[in-house]
């Protein structure tokens, strides 16, 4: 009888370990979904927005010398622009549905909805509301721990920003190298 609820205890043990390290993966896969859709949404607005207009930055107050500290930056890659983005690029999470890799059953957040009104291909994902209210609250989480670091890279252009946000900076996407690269 010892031996059986031994036995059985150690069941349950080995159940429970396997079932938190599989919620703790398919925490990790929304968080960094969330990332890269977060990326992806930052980088199409910003491709919205006209690059010849420029915003006035610096300190209006005149120097010593008569002169003052202002440049222009081009509005799009402004941090007052990429602050009011980010104010709303959650919001943009219920475009996206939930794709299972069957070879190594991580999941992975494409857009199902197109921005121009095409018709997409989503033959390969699920559409899932308790999906989307996940990804928008790991989306809208990530926005308010990691701003300061979102408005660096957007602030300047720089190449393969999901990779260095979300698996560098941010350690949100620990198996970034097994993504692939997807172009907007």
Known sequence: MREAAL???SCVVVCLLLGHSRAA???QDIRCGACRALVDEMDWAISQVDPKKMIQTGSF?????GSQSIR???LARSEGNLL????????RMEDYGERTDPSTNRKSYIRIKSRNGEAMDVSEATFDSRVTSS???ACETIAEHHEDEIIEFFAHETDNVKDKLCSKRTDLCDHALNIPHDEL
């Open 135 to 137: 990804l928008k609250f």
């Open 61 to 65: 107050r005149i120097n010593p010398d």
């Open 25 to 27: 993966r398919q925490g």
């Open 84 to 91: 009011e983005l980010m104010e709303s690029v959650c919001d």
């Open 7 to 9: 036995l059985l205890t």
């Open 72 to 74: 222009e930056v081009p």
